[in-house]
């Protein structure tokens, strides 16, 4: 009796954990039915969109969320575009200040989107003259993340044996060929890893759209949040809540859609 | 089938490291060639000079007629087989196989008519829609030499292919190695660390140090009389017995004794390294003229090294299983005159 005994006081303390965790999970799946949502997760009676309705009256919601998916395709595009190709040299050619120069990028990766950095970042795009605008955001928000992905990537790349590329070079192909052919299906995965981050930081992102950007039609989601108040100036949680849901749902879509489609594994090489 | 000329071919890498040193050599057609010397002694460089992903700092190199020095490598028409394989996980072994087709751009069709061939050829038929990562190390070696002929190369260049495969399968690919390239009479270069693979597969061999070859010829001749002290190391399951001494007039005077000499042009009072392999000495009883204590025994299966000791010297002896004396007992050396071989004690070079 007692492995039983045992065993159910470890299924009912773990519940307790997980419930305590997954209250606020419950509350985002409840409050946006609910006619008057609190802070507390309660099953709504009886479940209503009113909210949704009230939610999309506003114009901006979904401007917002367009704002927010084009920061997040340009920020994610730039990062790739820049990162693989930094990635692929620092992992393949050896230079003086080398180790360096990526030891900097793990330490600059942490300051650069920071908020110890916002005012010489403003100051820095007030200078480019780029304030309001999104060339701005989406390049401070690539800057902030590219040292971090070129460090990962570059982790991906020298996965990669030297010997893929000089066996195609050898079987005649161009460089550019066994990139395209070798190195680059090979590294896929890590690519969709940086992708989904970026995604993520950049859709979550506050700080940096709201400081760089004026007017509030540019407002990616996240800033826009902030504006549902009520006319007393309370949170207005009906709007918040359902917003919020609204808000997740392009982040779940794009992890399964990338897990799917290119799937968070490595392809296993040989034993060595 | 074309061979490949080397002639005063140089590396050297940034930072002033010579990997060759002007080194001339001539692979014959057909041949299967094997490059033999430790880590470091340049044969792995030199492989990949030919194959064009290193670019010679001076010298020059034709397969057959054409001058390939400036070419690269792609252009050279030489399959390479890689210690790791590099088969492409993401491909299939027949899109594998292919790979080198569809870079000449070939068809579809023919190229996976072309993969079919070189993969039925080596037994892969069942394996054609797998991934390397499902194959087992032998099978993925196999892979890695059917793409290698689906290349049709003028010459095949061999990175230690074998050093990744466990003990037995090991012996087993090199049997079918060296049939196949007898199959096919392609040209074939084989790097290697282990020269026991080097004797059993080359049909002729080098053996390098420090970026220069110590010695070229088949492996018999660099087995029987190697040219110095270097290859006479190097070459041999058991290592040959080398022990100083100086020449006298019935043979070689050293601390324990004297070693029998056939005929030499060594000078009386010359310093030389007597050189006999373990296989060559004979054990007899404590009568003869040379003798001493067993010291060690060691179990090699069908025979038994033996090592005595001779004075301040050890010999080395094989003695067929069941002959073996036990530890401690005294017995006498034979070593055969004719097989013994003499280097000069300075620079290490044989003495005719």
Same mark, same amino acid.
């Given at each position: 009796?007692?492995?039983? $005994?045992? /065993?159910? #006081?470890?299924?009912?303390?773990?519940?307790? $954990?997980?419930?305590?965790?997954?209250?606020?999970?419950?509350?985002?799946?409840?409050?946006?039915?609910?006619?008057?949502?609190?802070?507390?997760?309660?099953?709504?009676?009886?479940?209503?969109?009113? %909210?949704?309705?009230?939610?999309?009256?506003?114009?901006?919601?979904?401007?917002?969320?367009?704002?927010?998916?084009?920061?997040?395709?340009? $920020?994610?595009?730039?990062?790739?575009?820049?990162?693989?190709?930094?990635?692929?040299?620092?992992?393949?050619?050896?230079?003086?200040?080398?180790?360096?120069? =990526?030891?900097?990028?793990?330490?600059?990766?942490?300051?650069?989107?920071?908020?110890?950095?916002?005012?010489?970042?403003?100051?820095?795009?007030?200078?480019?003259?780029?304030?309001?605008?999104?060339?701005?955001?989406?390049?401070?928000?690539?800057?902030?993340?590219?040292?971090?992905?070129?460090?990962?990537?570059?982790?991906?790349?020298?996965?990669?044996? /030297?010997?893929?590329?000089?066996?195609?070079?050898?079987?005649?192909?161009?460089?550019?060929?066994? #990139?395209?052919?070798?190195?680059?299906?090979?590294? /896929?995965?890590?690519?969709?890893?940086?992708?989904?981050?970026?995604?993520?930081?950049?859709?979550?992102?506050?700080?940096?759209?709201?400081?760089?950007?004026?007017?509030?039609?540019?407002?990616?989601?996240?800033?826009?949040?902030?504006?549902?108040?009520?006319?007393?100036?309370?949170? %207005? =949680?009906?709007?918040?809540?359902?917003?919020?849901?609204?808000?997740?749902?392009?982040?779940?879509?794009?992890?399964?859609? $990338?897990?799917?489609?290119?799937?968070? /594994?490595?392809?296993?090489?040989?034993?060595? | 089938?074309?061979?490949?000329?080397?002639?005063?071919?140089?590396?050297?890498?940034?930072?002033?490291?010579?990997?060759?040193?002007?080194?001339?050599?001539?692979?014959?057609?057909?041949?299967?060639?094997?490059?033999?010397?430790?880590?470091?002694?340049?044969?792995?460089?030199?492989?990949?000079?030919?194959?064009?992903?290193?670019?010679?700092?001076?010298?020059?190199?034709?397969?057959?007629?054409?001058?390939?020095?400036?070419?690269?490598?792609?252009?050279?028409?030489?399959?390479?087989?890689?210690?790791?394989?590099?088969?492409?996980?993401?491909?299939?072994?027949?899109?594998?196989?292919?790979?080198?087709?569809?870079?000449?751009?070939?068809?579809?069709?023919?190229?996976?008519?072309? @993969?079919?061939?070189?993969?039925?050829?080596?037994?892969?038929?069942?394996?054609?829609?797998?991934?390397?990562?499902?194959?087992?190390?032998?099978?993925?070696?196999?892979?890695?030499? @059917?793409?290698?002929?689906?290349?049709?190369?003028?010459?095949?260049?061999?990175?230690?292919?074998?050093?990744?495969?466990?003990?037995?399968?090991?012996?087993? @690919?090199?049997?079918?190695?060296?049939?196949?390239?007898?199959?096919?009479?392609?040209?074939?270069?084989?790097?290697?660390?282990?020269?026991?693979?080097?004797?059993?597969?080359?049909?002729?061999?080098?053996?390098?140090?420090?970026?220069?070859?110590?010695?070229?010829?088949?492996?018999?001749?660099?087995?029987?009389?190697?040219?110095?002290?270097?290859?006479?190391?190097?070459?041999?399951?058991?290592?040959?017995?080398?022990?100083?001494?100086?020449?006298?007039?019935?043979?070689?005077?050293?601390?324990?004794?004297?070693?029998?000499?056939?005929?030499?042009?060594?000078?009386?009072?010359?310093?030389?390294?007597?050189?006999?392999?373990?296989?060559?000495?004979?054990?007899?009883?404590?009568?003869?003229?040379?003798?001493?204590?067993?010291?060690?025994?060691?179990?090699?299966?069908?025979?038994?090294?033996?090592?005595?000791?001779?004075?301040?010297?050890?010999?080395?002896?094989?003695?067929?299983?069941?002959?073996?004396?036990?530890?401690?007992?005294?017995?006498?050396?034979?070593?055969? @005159?004719?097989?013994?071989?003499?280097?000069?004690?300075?620079?290490?070079?044989?003495?005719?």
């Amino acid at each position: 009796m007692k492995p039983f $005994v045992h /065993r159910v #006081l470890f299924a009912g303390s773990a519940s307790l $954990v997980g419930a305590f965790f997954a209250l606020p999970m419950l509350w985002l799946v409840f409050a946006p039915f609910d006619e008057s949502p609190s802070l507390s997760a309660a099953v709504p009676r009886p479940p209503t969109l009113s %909210n949704f309705g009230d939610l999309f009256d506003n114009p901006q919601v979904l401007r917002s969320l367009g704002n927010s998916l084009l920061l997040v395709g340009g $920020v994610v595009g730039l990062v790739l575009i820049v990162g693989a190709p930094a990635a692929y040299v620092l992992s393949r050619i050896r230079f003086p200040g080398r180790n360096l120069f =990526l030891y900097m990028l793990l330490l600059l990766s942490s300051v650069i989107t920071g908020a110890a950095a916002i005012v010489p970042l403003y100051l820095l795009i007030f200078g480019l003259n780029l304030i309001d605008s999104f060339s701005g955001v989406t390049l401070a928000l690539a800057g902030g993340m590219l040292p971090a992905s070129i460090f990962i990537l570059k982790d991906f790349t020298d996965s990669i044996p /030297r010997s893929y590329e000089e066996s195609a070079r050898v079987f005649g192909a161009s460089t550019f060929q066994a #990139l395209r052919d070798v190195v680059f299906p090979v590294v /896929r995965p890590g690519l969709a890893v940086i992708a989904v981050w970026t995604a993520v930081q950049v859709w979550g992102n506050f700080l940096v759209p709201f400081i760089l950007l004026r007017t509030p039609d540019k407002s990616p989601a996240a800033v826009l949040m902030y504006s549902f108040y009520t006319e007393g100036g309370q949170p %207005n =949680l009906r709007l918040i809540s359902a917003f919020s849901l609204l808000y997740t749902v392009p982040i779940l879509v794009l992890y399964i859609f $990338v897990n799917r489609r290119y799937g968070f /594994r490595f392809h296993g090489g040989i034993k060595r | 089938m074309p061979g490949v000329e080397i002639a005063s071919i140089t590396k050297e890498f940034a930072g002033g490291v010579t990997a060759l040193d002007a080194l001339d050599l001539s692979i014959e057609d057909g041949e299967f060639f094997a490059l033999l010397g430790p880590s470091g002694c340049g044969k792995t460089t030199l492989l990949r000079t030919i194959a064009g992903l290193e670019p010679a700092t001076s010298g020059s190199l034709h397969i057959g007629e054409r001058d390939v020095t400036a070419l690269p490598p792609g252009e050279r028409n030489v399959a390479m087989v890689f210690q790791d394989y590099a088969l492409y996980p993401h491909m299939t072994v027949r899109e594998n196989i292919a790979y080198p087709l569809k870079v000449k751009k070939v068809a579809r069709q023919q190229r996976n008519e072309e @993969a079919e061939g070189a993969g039925g050829s080596l037994s892969l038929d069942a394996l054609m829609d797998r991934r390397p990562g499902q194959l087992s190390g032998g099978q993925q070696q196999r892979v890695a030499l @059917a793409r290698a002929i689906a290349c049709r190369p003028d010459v095949f260049l061999f990175d230690e292919p074998l050093s990744n495969l466990d003990a037995r399968l090991r012996l087993e @690919a090199r049997g079918f190695l060296k049939q196949l390239q007898h199959d096919l009479a392609t040209t074939a270069v084989y790097v290697t660390h282990d020269q026991s693979e080097a004797l059993a597969l080359a049909d002729r061999m080098a053996v390098m140090e420090l970026g220069e070859i110590r010695q070229v010829g088949t492996p018999a001749a660099l087995f029987h009389r190697p040219a110095n002290l270097f290859v006479a190391g190097f070459i041999g399951s058991t290592p040959m017995n080398l022990i100083t001494g100086v020449v006298g007039a019935s043979g070689v005077a050293f601390a324990g004794g004297v070693l029998p000499v056939a005929e030499t042009s060594a000078p009386h009072g010359a310093d030389v390294v007597y050189g006999i392999r373990p296989e060559y000495v004979g054990l007899a009883g404590p009568g003869e003229t040379l003798a001493g204590s067993v010291k060690v025994t060691e179990n090699l299966g069908a025979q038994f090294l033996v090592t005595v000791e001779l004075g301040e010297a050890q010999i080395r002896a094989t003695v067929p299983e069941g002959e073996e004396p036990q530890i401690g007992d005294r017995v006498g050396v034979m070593p055969d @005159a004719r097989r013994a071989l003499l280097y000069d004690a300075a620079n290490g070079t044989l003495l005719a």
